[in-house]
């Protein structure tokens, strides 16, 4: 159901909207990875593997990941922004009097 959510007509315009669409399955993945990694860690038989389990087997690897699968968003929203390095110097056209 997603799927036609994404490939409609409304999916395409641009604003808060359609990023709510298209990045709320990401978070109910990660929401998951989390409540999964939590529920391991209080079956953990001490206090310190817990927080252990939940940092190494939750945290860092969800970190990792969405990081990992946000780069060509960044990348984008980068481009669109024009933050990107042209090469030129900023105060190329400067003189002492400015």
């Known amino acids: 159901m997603l799927i036609c959510r994404l490939s ?3 999916a395409k315009r641009t604003g808060p909207a359609s990023m709510r669409v298209e990045s ?3 978070y109910i993945i990660a929401i998951a990875w989390l409540y999964v990694a939590l529920l391991a860690a209080l079956a953990d038989t001490t206090v310190v593997g817990g927080v ?3 940092v190494f087997w939750g945290l860092a690897p969800l ?3 969405l990081w990992l699968i946000g780069t060509p968003a960044r990348r984008r929203g ?3 922004r024009g933050d990107e390095d042209t ?3 900023d105060r ?3 003189d002492r009097d400015q």
């Open 78 to 80: 980068a481009a669109r």
């Open 87 to 89: 090469g030129t110097k």
């Open 63 to 65: 970190a990792l990941f």
């Open 24 to 26: 709320a399955p990401m």
């Open 8 to 10: 409609s007509p409304l």
């Open 52 to 54: 252990l389990t939940f």
């Open 92 to 94: 190329a056209d400067s």
